[in-house]
């Protein structure tokens, strides 16, 4: 069964470093997300993608943020100056383009620790 | 704004009926979802409901959305060991983001 799958798993970093979050997503799907869940909080939305363009982004993802699918498979997430705040677990999801229920497929998730 | 809000945790016995419930604001939400998360895994899809709807069953699990009150449940019947996990319960809005609850985490004993 296609899934989504994004690496690493988990990322160390220091404060200040830039950091790139990759995630394939499942391969006839046509929008993508980024959400993440800093521990023991809800999961938030922070990106969605449609078309090589942002569709929408929430007010967490400011300047620091990128998002990028610089090819047919990958879909990444680059953080450019990590901050302590950042650190959290990364999702990636994916879904086609109709579909009776829109689903997002997610991703295992990245878990992210900024030192 | 968009909210959603859950129970952090719930605790049965296996065998017993588990009831999860959720409240959110949007009342424009077209879609109703239920995720499951497992350790170590990502968000799998359980159920959902359209909003026209106020109940769906599939198997052992039963939906109820009640839009008046903008109150969502997830009933599992018969529960077992194995369906212990985090469940969150997300909304649809209409940009098609999902605005997801604190999930709650279920714990089954034997």
């Known amino acids: 069964e296609p899934e989504v799958t994004q690496t690493p798993s988990h990322q160390v970093t220091q404060m200040g470093q830039e950091v790139i979050l990759r995630c394939v997503p499942i391969?006839?799907?046509?929008?993508f997300y980024w959400y993440r869940q800093i521990l023991g909080q809800k999961v938030e939305f922070l990106v969605s993608f449609y078309n090589n363009e942002i569709s929408e982004k929430s007010e967490i993802f400011d300047d620091q943020f990128s998002v990028e699918r610089p090819d047919g498979s990958n879909f990444t997430l680059k953080i450019r100056s990590t901050k302590l705040e950042d650190s959290a677990m990364y999702f990636c999801?994916?879904?086609?383009?109709?579909?009776?229920?829109?689903?997002?497929?997610f991703g295992p998730g990245t878990r992210l620790t900024v030192l | 704004g968009e909210d959603v809000e859950q129970s952090l945790f719930l605790s049965v016995r296996e065998g017993d009926s588990s009831v999860i419930n959720c409240t959110y604001t949007d009342s424009s939400s077209t879609y109703l979802y239920w995720y499951k998360q497992e350790p170590g895994a990502g968000l799998q899809l359980l159920t959902y409901i359209f909003s026209n709807m106020d109940m769906k069953q599939d198997q052992r699990l039963t939906v109820l959305l009640n839009k008046k009150d903008k109150h969502l449940s997830l009933r599992i019947a018969d529960t077992q060991t194995g369906d212990s996990a985090i469940y969150f319960c997300a909304e649809r809005t209409q940009g098609g983001k999902l605005i997801f609850g604190q999930g709650t985490e279920l714990s089954v004993k034997p």
């Open positions: 391969s006839n799907h046509l929008y």
């Open positions: 999801a994916s879904r086609t383009a109709g579909g009776s229920m829109y689903e997002q497929f």
